[in-house]
T-cell receptor, first 111, second 116 residues
Framework: GENVEQHPSTLSVQEGDSAVIKCTYSDSASNYFPWYKQELGKRPQLIIDIRSNVGEKKDQRIAVTLNKTAKHFSLHITETQPEDSAVYFCAASKSNYQLIWGAGTKLIIKP | ETGVTQTPRHLVMGMTNKKSLKCEQHLGHNAMYWYKQSAKKPLELMFVYSLEERVENNSVPSRFSPECPNSSHLFLHLHTLQPEDSALYLC???????????????FGNGTRLTVT
């Protein structure tokens, strides 16, 4: 069936460095790729999303890139800060009813 | 104020109990969702309601029974659960109805369920 693979499962980076999380998807009809951030004990929140007609999108320190040919997309966080520590989930979908989620990446920012 | 409120935050129940989870959204959305979140696993979509009609049921056991009386409220009725049902149950809402199109999900803080 359709699935989304997310790597790494845990990522530890020094404060100020960059972090990259990668996801691959299997359904070539997927056209929407959101990223959610879930801090410990809190709800997931959308931080950025990209649609299949765009290759890259940036929002301050966060960017997402999409390679439709290779069926993978990545989250880039620059100048990481302690408040970036959280679990990040990627997803791919054709509609809200068919959102396929990755298993999550725990990002640890070391002081 | 999250816009999506879930109660209770924590619930411990025995396998023979009956309980209900409640979700309320104040965002004017017309689609609501129940998700199950287990450690180190992808979020699992359980049910979707659009305009108060169930539009998706991902082969969820019948011991979970959803109810959507109006576009602002969603319930998950639980009975004769198993220990493996212990998880965080998240409610979400979104704008837009229908099976096509995407809009961001707004989640509640979840109910941490423990089945003993």
């Amino acid at each position: 069936g359709e699935n989304v693979e997310q790597h790494p499962s845990t990522l530890s980076v020094q404060e100020g460095d960059s972090a990259v999380i990668k996801c691959t998807y299997s359904d070539s009809a997927s056209n929407y790729f959101p990223w959610y951030k879930q801090e410990l004990g809190k709800r997931p929140q959308l931080i950025i999303d990209i649609r299949s007609n765009v290759g890259e999108k940036k929002d301050q320190r966060i960017a997402v890139t999409l390679n439709k040919t290779a069926k993978h997309f990545s989250l880039h966080i620059t100048e990481t800060q302690p408040e970036d520590s959280a679990v990040y989930f990627c997803a791919a979908s054709k509609s809200n009813y068919q959102l396929i989620w990755g298993a999550g990446t725990k990002l640890i920012i070391k002081p | 104020e999250t816009g999506v409120t879930q109660t209770p935050r924590h619930l411990v129940m025995g396998m023979t109990n009956k309980k209900s989870l409640k979700c309320e959204q104040h965002l004017g959305h017309n689609a609501m969702y129940w998700y199950k979140q287990s450690a180190k696993k992808p979020l699992e979509l359980m049910f979707v309601y659009s305009l108060e009609e169930r539009v998706e049921n991902n082969s969820v056991p019948s011991r979970f029974s959803p109810e959507c009386p109006n576009s602002s409220h969603l319930f998950l009725h639980l009975h004769t659960l198993q220990p493996e049902d212990s998880a965080l149950y998240l409610c979400a809402s979104s704008s837009g109805a229908g099976k096509t199109g995407n809009s961001p999900l707004h989640f509640g803080n979840g109910t941490r369920l423990t089945v003993t």
